[in-house]
Each structure stands twice: as C-alpha cells, then as structure tokens.
Nanobody, 115 residues
Framework: QVQFVESGGGLVQPGGSLRLSCVSS????????RGWYRQAPGKQRELVAR???????NYADSVKGRFTISRDNTKNTVYLQMNSLKPEDTAAYYC?????????WGPGTQVTVSS
C-alpha cells in the first residue's frame, strides 16, 4: 500500500517561502496523480494543488500564482513550492493521491506563517 512522508514545513514570516517535499512508496508513481492538501485547526482538509502523471496541474484559487507543485519521478517525490506566504496559509500540509481513493494519510508537515 502506498505511503506518504512529508517534510519541509516550519515557521516563516508573511511574504516568505517554503518548499515542501513528499516521498511516497509504491510502484507506478510516475503515472499516478499526486496532490497536496492542508488542514487548518477547526477546518476541513482541502486540496491545495494537484498534478497528474502527465504533468497537468491545478490549484486552489487561494494559492494560484503563489504555489507550484512539481514532481521528480526518479525519486518518487512531489514538491510544493510556496511563495508569498500569508498567515491564512498556516496549516498542516499533507500529500496523497490526486483524489479518491486516498492512501493512508502521513504525519503531515506544519506550516506556520506569522510575524
């Protein structure tokens, strides 16, 4: 069963940048869609960015123009470059498949945007 391990979160000031990484196990990574999700306290988990095996990307309206999803199929890794961070981006970030069915959720990585 595919598993996901996220890293790269931290505390950053508004306007700053972070790059998240997610390593996933399992075969057929190169053709599988992957997504980054986030969950803020008291809110539902939401899709932030998604990338298909063919390279198509889509983003939540709230992050368009600021976040970029990419992947390295040789490393079974998907990245999320986050620029111009805002306090409302504060959340735990997770990666998983690009949509249902989902694999087990990893531990996530916390992103806190605060001055």
């Amino acid at each position: 069963q595919v598993q996901f391990v996220e890293s790269g979160g931290g505390l950053v000031q508004p306007g700053g940048s972070l790059r998240l990484s997610c390593v996933s196990s399992g075969s057929m990574f190169s053709i599988a869609a992957r997504g980054w999700y986030r969950q803020a306290p008291g809110k539902q988990r939401e899709l932030v960015a998604r990338m298909t095996g063919g390279g198509s990307r889509n983003y939540a309206d709230s992050v368009k123009g600021r976040f970029t999803i990419s992947r390295d199929n040789t490393k079974n890794t998907v990245y999320l470059q986050m620029n111009s961070l805002k306090p409302e981006d504060t959340a735990a970030y997770y990666c998983n498949t690009g949509g249902p069915p989902f694999g087990p959720w990893g531990p996530g990585t916390q992103v806190t945007v605060s001055s």
